[in-house]
C-alpha cells in the first residue's frame, strides 16, 4: 500500500496511550495501533528501503525487567534503518529524525577518537557539528564528564572527545505536511541534513 502520510490519529492515540498506559486500554485500541500507527510507517519504510536499507521497525512491548517503571507500552514508535544509521519516530508530540552512532564499542570508541584528534578529520567534524546545530538539530549522544586520558585536557575540540558515542536528533513536531504524502520528502530532507556528520563517523569510525 502506498505512503500517504502519518495520520493524526496516530499523535492522538499515543497521546491517549500517555494518560491510561495499561493493558485494557491497549487491547480495547489495537485496531487504532495497527492501522494508524504500524501500517502507516510500514508503507513508509517499504518505500523508503531501497535508498537506505531495509528499517527495522521496533516492538511497542516495553522491557519492565530491570525498569522501576513498569508501564507495559512505549509511548512512542521508532524505525531504525541500520545500514545508513538513520532513525525516524512518531508520539504524541509528533515526528522526529535523528542520525549517527548510539551503540559503539571500544574498538570504535577508540577510532572515533583518534580521528576528532586528527588535524583534518577533527576539524571536518566540528564544521558538520556546528552547521546542524545552526539548522535546529541536537547532537547528542554517551558522553565522558572529562576528556579520556591520553589526549590534551586542553583539547580545541575537547567536547567531541568526551564523546562515546555521536548522534544528532531534531524534532518536526505536527506540520501540516505530516499527514500527507509529502511527509516522507520533509523526512528524507531532514535525513540528508543529517549526513555530513554521519557520513564522517562511517569513513572514520565505521563498523566492527
Not at 507495559?72 to 519516530?89: C, D, I, M, N, R
Not at 556546528?130 to 558522553?143: F, I, P
Request: some cysteine; overall charge neutral; glycine content about 6%.
Amino acid at each position: 500500500m502506498a505512503f500517504t502520510g502519518i495520520p493524526i490519529a496516530a499523535l492522538d492515540f499515543y497521546e491517549d496511550l500517555e494518560a491510561d498506559n495499561t493493558k485494557s486500554f491497549w487491547t480495547a485500541h489495537k485496531q487504532v495501533y495497527d492501522e494508524q500507527v504500524k501500517a502507516p510507517l510500514e508503507s513508509l519504510c517499504a518505500e523508503l528501503e531501497k535508498d537506505y536499507g531495509a528499517a527495522k521497525l521496533f516492538r511497542p512491548y516495553r522491557d519492565v525487567r530491570f525498569s522501576k517503571d513498569k508501564t507495559p507500552y512505549k509511548t512512542h514508535q521508532g524505525a531504525w534503518f541500520g545500514e545508513t544509521s538513520v532513525y525516524l519516530q512518531v508520539s504524541a508530540s509528533g515526528l522526529f529524525v535523528a542520525g549517527g552512532y548510539w551503540e559503539t564499542s571500544s574498538s570504535q570508541v577508540d577510532r572515533y577518537r583518534r580521528a576528532v584528534d586528527d588535524d583534518v578529520a577533527g576539524p571536518q567534524l566540528a564544521r558538520a557539528v556546528a552547521a546542524l546545530r545552526r539548522k535546529g538539530y541536537e547532537v547528542n549522544g554517551e558522553q565522558l564528564v572529562r576528556v579520556p586520558s591520553g589526549y590534551d585536557k586542553e583539547h580545541p575540540r575537547a567536547d567531541l572527545l568526551r564523546h562515546k558515542t555521536l548522534t544528532a536528533r531534531r524534532d518536526l513536531g505536527c506540520p501540516e505536511w505530516l499527514s500527507t504524502p509529502k511527509a516522507r520528502a520533509e523526512i528524507v530532507k531532514a535525513w540528508r541534513g543529517l549526513r555530513p556528520v554521519v557520513d564522517w563517523l562511517d569513513t572514520h569510525v565505521g563498523r566492527d
